[in-house]
């Protein structure tokens, strides 16, 4: 699996799994286990959970898919902004590596801003670093300014990954967001690469110019999506599936190759930003 290098010389692998809505049924806790450990069968190592999904379920569901091979994952959680001052985070990330089962987190986010100064979280995230619980830490939802903001604080230049809404219908962190990143060396972790809920979903795969070139390759909408995202300098990309055929066709959007014309075509059903535009969430 290719990886992008980390600002602290560790690498985070391009393409994850994503765990939002899991964990919160146990008559589905089984399938989904099995489709995270279907989805490392096939190398796709990086996890990527937090302790609001399933408000800690989702990272139960991790550690009964890790069960005996946590050495071979990347693991991704997050904070909740009301648990991440100096003191809460580390209290947060304990509760978390004991639902995960494991005693380190590869990468420890903030899942978004809140009203905790962002020097507190920062200092909070150093001690966690000391300690050998997370390996590295980062923001998730932060625009722009929200970065530059972070990056002059102490502690600010370890920042490790953005994580933030973006797929080829959501294109307007490439206005200013994206190149940032890639100035400062920093992954961007592309969240709801499939716009998640099915509404959104169906708009987008049915868009024509993405019809077309998912014809020519044969293969699905949804894999010339991915492989679209995997395209971009950068960018880490992490679909949630719980369906094995889902999860082999997304691994499988690792082997296509877009062409120039692909390339072109998608930018005109899906155009790139003209001007700056909020940061899009979820
Ligand atoms: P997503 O990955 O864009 O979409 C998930 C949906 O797409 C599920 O319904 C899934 O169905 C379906 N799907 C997966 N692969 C498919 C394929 N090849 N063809 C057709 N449909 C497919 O949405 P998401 O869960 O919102 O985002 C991914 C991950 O990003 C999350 O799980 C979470 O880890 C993270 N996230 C982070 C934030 C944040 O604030 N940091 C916010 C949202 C999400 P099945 O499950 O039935 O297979």
């Given at each position: 699996?290719?990886t992008?290098?980390?600002?602290?010389g560790?690498?985070?692998?391009?393409?994850?799994?994503?765990?939002?809505a899991?964990?919160?049924?146990?008559?589905?806790?089984r399938q989904?286990?099995?489709?995270?450990?279907?989805?490392?069968?096939l190398?796709v190592?990086?996890i990527?959970?937090a302790?609001m999904y399933?408000e800690?379920g989702?990272?139960?569901?991790?550690?009964?898919?890790?069960?005996?091979r946590?050495?071979?994952?990347f693991?991704?959680s997050?904070?909740?902004?009301?648990?991440a001052?100096?003191?809460?985070v580390?209290?947060?990330c304990?509760r978390?590596?004991?639902?995960?089962?494991?005693?380190?987190?590869?990468?420890y986010?903030l899942?978004?801003?809140?009203?905790?100064?962002?020097v507190?979280t920062l200092?909070?995230f150093?001690?966690?670093?000391?300690a050998?619980?997370?390996?590295?830490?980062?923001?998730s939802?932060?625009?722009?300014?929200?970065m530059?903001e972070?990056a002059?604080?102490?502690?600010?230049?370890e920042?490790?990954?953005?994580?933030v809404?973006?797929n080829?219908?959501?294109?307007?962190?490439?206005?200013?967001?994206?190149?940032?990143?890639?100035?400062?060396?920093?992954?961007?972790?592309?969240?709801?690469p499939?716009?998640s809920?099915?509404?959104e979903?169906?708009?987008?795969?049915?868009?024509?110019?993405?019809?077309q070139v998912?014809?020519r390759?044969?293969?699905?909408?949804?894999q010339?999506?991915?492989?679209?995202?995997?395209?971009?300098?950068?960018?880490?990309?992490?679909?949630k599936?719980?369906?094995?055929?889902?999860v082999?066709?997304?691994?499988?959007?690792?082997?296509?190759?877009?062409?120039?014309?692909d390339?072109a075509?998608?930018?005109?059903?899906?155009?790139?930003?003209?001007?700056?535009?909020?940061?899009?969430?979820?």
């Amino acid at each position: 699996m290719k990886t992008l290098l980390l600002p602290s010389g560790r690498t985070i692998p391009v393409l994850g799994q994503g765990t939002w809505a899991m964990g919160e049924d146990p008559a589905r806790r089984r399938q989904e286990a099995d489709a995270l450990r279907l989805g490392m069968d096939l190398g796709v190592n990086l996890i990527d959970t937090a302790e609001m999904y399933g408000e800690g379920g989702a990272e139960e569901v991790v550690a009964e898919a890790l069960a005996g091979r946590r050495d071979q994952a990347f693991i991704v959680s997050k904070v909740y902004p009301h648990n991440a001052d100096r003191r809460g985070v580390q209290a947060a990330c304990e509760r978390s590596l004991q639902r995960l089962g494991t005693d380190r987190i590869d990468l420890y986010l903030l899942h978004w801003r809140g009203s905790v100064p962002l020097v507190e979280t920062l200092e909070g995230f150093e001690a966690l670093k000391s300690a050998g619980k997370i390996l590295d830490f980062g923001v998730s939802n932060f625009d722009a300014s929200d970065m530059r903001e972070a990056a002059r604080l102490p502690g600010g230049g370890e920042l490790a990954a953005n994580q933030v809404l973006y797929n080829l219908a959501r294109r307007g962190i490439e206005w200013n967001l994206l190149p940032w990143c890639r100035e400062h060396g920093l992954p961007l972790m592309a969240y709801s690469p499939l716009e998640s809920s099915a509404e959104e979903q169906a708009a987008m795969l049915a868009r024509p110019g993405l019809k077309q070139v998912a014809a020519r390759h044969g293969v699905s909408a949804a894999q010339v999506a991915l492989a679209w995202l995997l395209h971009q300098d950068g960018v880490v990309v992490i679909p949630k599936a719980v369906k094995p055929a889902h999860v082999r066709e997304n691994r499988a959007a690792l082997d296509i190759a877009l062409t120039a014309q692909d390339l072109a075509e998608l930018d005109q059903a899906f155009p790139p930003p003209r001007r700056a535009t909020p940061l899009d969430m979820r």
